[in-house]
């Protein structure tokens, strides 16, 4: 099933307009318990009619604003914050039934416009997961003269990246979301030799390509090959040297940063996490608690300081930084926890200005 675009932008206007439009739905859970453990049983029901309700609102538009292969991914996603997306329910009917379950139904007010909002992040951390974001960049140490050169074999990576499905960025916009880059390096040396007394010239042109992580430097993959052309000209030798070259070397190339797109992705780093005008130190903690609860990737987090009303938290998360800062903006958890204001992104460093708490559901039973 392809994008339904004109619903997809439709739940998206609204979504800009207010994420708070709801909608009222009827749903029921169920709950199986073992004899005397009937209160087990209701919790169950309970939190198995709030999800029901949830997945009621969200159905339609899960189904229509995401492709088949990722319908699941999403919905599950969606399904496991279910709470998050109830602004209150009441319960119309509950009991136990003949066959050793109980049953509840309630009526709940379900924030759709959150759940547009969220689908659309899901939507856009899906798509970063299945189309890497690359770089190509020429190594400053490329001597002027063979920088044409260079430039082209950027460009023939480009093409060629481009059409394998990866999203190929600018240099400058790779600090915009997470991305790795592939710094490219070019050699050329020539050597005559006579042959029966004609004086011949070939040229050996080397081309190098690394994938580098842009916050640390660090060298993840290499390849390299080597073309040897003839010709009196070194430059003409140097840009028929770079098509060939470019060619022996992009299935390694494509190999290493696919590999390497999916280590990152995974990969475990440190996040300092300040958030600005937060009221006291007992709402630091509870931010603490959230983000150690429900936050998926989180592997260790820590309030290391509350000074003037400013948290300085250190996150161990399992996921590019970006990812980690979207599960916060979640409509979901904001609406659960806590409401801020991005101020600044930059090198695994996320600043955020506190702006309230956010509500729980309620039950007008």
């Not at 099933?1 to 307009?17: G, R, Y």
């Not at 159905?59 to 209150?88: C, H, I, P």
């Not at 481009?162 to 190929?168: C, D, E, L, N, P």
């Not at 937060?278 to 592997?299: F, I």
Request: aromatic letters at 8%; one cysteine or more; glycine letters at 8%.
């Amino acid at each position: 099933m392809k994008f339904n675009i004109a619903f997809l932008v439709s739940c998206l206007l609204l979504a800009a307009a207010s994420s708070c439009w709801g909608v009222e739905v009827d749903a029921t859970g169920m709950g199986f318990f073992e004899a005397g453990r009937e209160a087990v049983g209701r919790e169950k029901a309970l939190n198995d009619a709030k999800r029901a309700a949830v997945e009621k609102a969200v159905g339609v538009s899960v189904s229509s604003a995401t492709e088949v292969r990722n319908f699941m991914t999403v919905r599950d996603q969606v399904l496991s914050r279910a709470t998050g997306y109830l602004k209150n329910y009441k319960i119309l009917k509950e009991g136990p039934t003949p066959f050793g379950s109980y049953e509840v139904s309630i009526r709940a007010d379900v924030m759709a416009g959150a759940l547009v909002d969220d689908l659309s992040r899901f939507a856009k951390m899906l798509s970063l997961q299945k189309s890497p974001r690359i770089a190509v960049q020429v190594l400053p140490t490329v001597p002027a003269e063979y920088r044409s050169a260079a430039n082209k074999a950027v460009s023939l990576l480009n093409h060629r990246l481009a059409r394998s499905g990866f999203t190929v960025v600018d240099p400058q916009a790779v600090r915009s979301g997470p991305a790795l880059i592939l710094k490219l390096g070019v050699e050329c040396s020539s050597k005559d030799a006579l042959y029966e007394g004609v004086k011949l010239t070939s040229n050996e042109v080397g081309l190098s390509a690394d994938v580098v992580r842009p916050e640390s430097g660090e060298v993840l993959a290499s390849a390299s090959a080597v073309a040897t052309t003839p010709g009196a000209s070194p430059l003409k030798a140097l840009d028929k040297g770079v098509e060939i070259t470019v060619s022996r070397i992009y299935e390694q190339v494509r190999s290493n940063l696919a590999r390497a797109w999916s280590q990152e992705l995974n990969a475990a780093r440190d996040i300092v996490l300040f958030v600005e005008a937060t009221p006291n130190y007992r709402d630091g903690m509870q931010m603490l608690q959230a983000m150690r609860s429900d936050v998926p990737g989180v592997e260790r987090a820590e309030l290391i300081r509350y000074k003037n009303g400013k948290c300085r938290f250190e996150i161990r998360y399992k996921g590019q930084p970006q990812f980690f800062l979207s599960e916060l903006e979640m409509s979901y958890f904001q609406s659960k926890y806590f409401r801020f204001k991005v101020k600044e992104v930059s090198d695994g460093v996320i600043v955020l200005r506190y702006s309230g708490k956010g509500g729980k559901v309620e039950n007008g039973s």
